[in-house]
C-alpha cells in the first residue's frame, strides 16, 4: 500500500526521486476502493497447479482481488477435466465486451514451434489486442513473453542449443523502478525455456526498459515506463519443487534432461531444492498489483480513456529526459 503524506512535505521530492509511491492528502482523502478485476489467459497444460501457483502470489497482496479465468476455445485442454475447464474458465467471447486492472498470460510449452505453427495462435493475438485498450496492466510470463514481445514490437525469440534450466541470478538494472522497488541487486530467477529474446534486436525498441538481466538468461523482466505490459521471461511463479517434478518427468520418460543448475543442493537430485526466489517473487507480483491499485481508474468502463492518458503522459515525462 502507498504512504499517505501531508501536503507539501518536502519529503515528497525525495520519494519521487526514488519513485517510492506517495498519496498527498487530498489524492487519499478522494480515493474510492473497490477489488481489482484480474483475468488470468491459462495456457499451461497443468492448469490446477498453474492456478495455484498464480493465485498464490496474488493472495500475498492485502487487496482485495477477483479473478476470472480464461482459456483459449481453439485448442484442446488434455491435462484437466472438462468438468473443470466448464465450471471455472470461461472463452474469450465472455471476455471481449468487459475492461480489466489486470490481465496475466501464462507461459506454453510450445517455444520450439513457430509461432505461426501454434494451433491458438491467432486466437492468443486478438486477446493480445483486445488488452492493449481493455486492460489496464497486462502480464505476460516465459512463452507468453516472447510471443507478446514478437506480435506487438516484431522482435524475433531465437531458439537455444539447450534448455535453459535451472534457477539463475539476475542483476538489477534500476533500483528505484516502482515494479522492482525493494529488490535486491542480485536476485534468482527460475528458468525454463528452449528460446529466449533477440537482445539485439530489444535494444532497438527504447519504449521497452530491462529492469533485470543475465549474461546467461538475458532480459529476464521487461517493462513499458506505464507498466502496460510487463514481460517476465522466467517462472516466477514456481514453487519449490516445481523444477525438480520438470526434471523428473523427463527423465522417466527416457527424454534428455540435464539437471537443473543452481538449484538441487550439490546437484544431487535426491535433495530438496531451496526456494531461494520466492521473497522476489511475492515482491514483483505486490508491487505490480499495488501500481494497478493506485492507478487504475474506480470505473471500470473508463479503463480505455485511462490507458490512452496514462500512456500520454508518461512518453511526454521521458521525451523531456
Known amino acids: 500500500m502507498p504512504i499517505r503524506i501531508p501536503d507539501g512535505l518536502p519529503a515528497k521530492q ?3 526521486e526514488e519513485r517510492i509511491f506517495a498519496l498527498e492528502e487530498d489524492a487519499a482523502n478522494s480515493q474510492d476502493i473497490r477489488a481489482l478485476h484480474v483475468a488470468i489467459l491459462n495456457l499451461m497444460p497443468k492448469k490446477i497447479e498453474t492456478e495455484t501457483q498464480i493465485l498464490r502470489l496474488i493472495s500475498k497482496s492485502p487487496l482485495q482481488v477477483e479473478v476470472d479465468f480464461m482459456r483459449v476455445s481453439t485448442h484442446e485442454a488434455a491435462h484437466v477435466s472438462q468438468d473443470h475447464l466448464v465450471k471455472f474458465y470461461d472463452t474469450f467471447d465472455a471476455f471481449r465486451d468487459k475492461n ?19 494451433d491458438y495462435w491467432d486466437e492468443l493475438c486478438e486477446i493480445i489486442d483486445w488488452s492493449q485498450s481493455h486492460v489496464f496492466s497486462t502480464m505476460y510470463l516465459c ?10 514490437y516484431q522482435i524475433p525469440k531465437r531458439q537455444l542449443g539447450s534448455k535453459l534450466f535451472g534457477v539463475f541470478p539476475q542483476r538489477l538494472v534500476d533500483e528505484y523502478n516502482f515494479l522492482t522497488n525493494g529488490f535486491d541487486e542480485i536476485h534468482n ?42 514481460y517476465v521471461t522466467g517462472h516466477y511463479e514456481y514453487g ?39 521473497a ?30 496514462l500512456r500520454a503522459k508518461t512518453y511526454a515525462m521521458a521525451d523531456k529526459f
Open 14 to 16: 525525495t520519494l519521487r
Open 100 to 118: 480489466y486492472d489486470g490481465l496475466v498470460i501464462t507461459g506454453a510449452p510450445v517455444e520450439h514451434l513457430d509461432y505461426a505453427d501454434v
Open 143 to 152: 512463452w507468453a513473453a516472447l510471443a507478446g514481445l514478437w506480435h506487438l
Open 189 to 230: 530467477m527460475p528458468h525454463s525455456r528452449h528460446a529466449a529474446i533477440d537482445a539485439a534486436a530489444l535494444r532497438e525498441h527504447p519504449e521497452l526498459q530491462s529492469l533485470s538481466y543475465s549474461h546467461v538468461t538475458g532480459p529476464a523482466l521487461i517493462a513499458t515506463p506505464d507498466f502496460h505490459e510487463i
Open 240 to 278: 519449490r519443487d516445481t523444477l525438480a517434478d520438470e526434471y523428473w518427468r523427463d527423465f522417466h520418460q527416457g527424454l534428455p534432461i540435464n539437471l537443473p543448475q543452481n538449484y538441487f543442493p550439490n546437484d544431487d537430485p535426491e535433495n530438496q531444492p531451496a526456494f531461494t526466489w520466492r
Open 280 to 309: 522476489h517473487a511475492n515482491l514483483l507480483w505486490r508491487n505490480w498489483l499495488n501500481w494497478v491499485y493506485q492507478m487504475t481508474p474506480y470505473d471500470l468502463d473508463e479503463i480505455p480513456s485511462a490507458i490512452e492518458s
